[in-house]
């Protein structure tokens, strides 16, 4: 499985932006995806994640009520819509699939070992 995460850039504080993780060849639908950041000199932080079986969304402290994780069926593809975002968001944006657990898995979690299969990332970078 090769995961892709497009649509990082440059905005100001208080802008938005809306990263996409798509896989070619296989069907990200019904699987645990997860976005993680690292900012230089940082540990990889959970972002967000949306389960494989129901939907069920996770968001990490610092991006609640701000960002929003869902899925594009007919584009295979899972959206983090980034809302608000502050300089402290800057960082290079991951997304992760949890094949240990199958299709429709109940599981959703930010800690980066639950995930085996990551994506190049995207750098996202806000300006004050």
């Known amino acids: 499985v090769q995961l892709q995460a497009s649509g990082g850039g440059l905005v100001q504080s208080g802008g938005s932006l809306r990263l996409s993780c798509t896989a070619s060849?296989?069907?990200?639908?019904?699987?645990?995806i997860g976005w993680f950041r690292q900012a230089p000199g940082k540990e990889r932080e959970g972002v967000s994640c949306i389960s494989g079986s129901d939907g069920t969304t996770v968001y990490g402290d610092s991006t609640k009520g701000r960002f929003t994780i869902s899925r594009d069926w007919a584009k295979n593809t899972v959206v983090l819509q980034m809302n608000s975002l502050k300089p402290e968001d800057t960082a290079v944006y991951y997304c992760?699939?949890?094949?240990?657990?199958?299709?429709?898995?109940?599981?959703?979690?930010?800690?980066?070992?639950?995930?085996?299969?990551w994506g190049q990332g995207t750098q996202v970078t806000v300006s004050s």
């Open positions: 992760a699939i949890d094949l240990g657990q199958g299709p429709f898995g109940r599981r959703c979690g930010l800690r980066a070992s639950m995930y085996g299969t």
């Open positions: 060849r296989f069907n990200l639908n019904w699987h645990s």
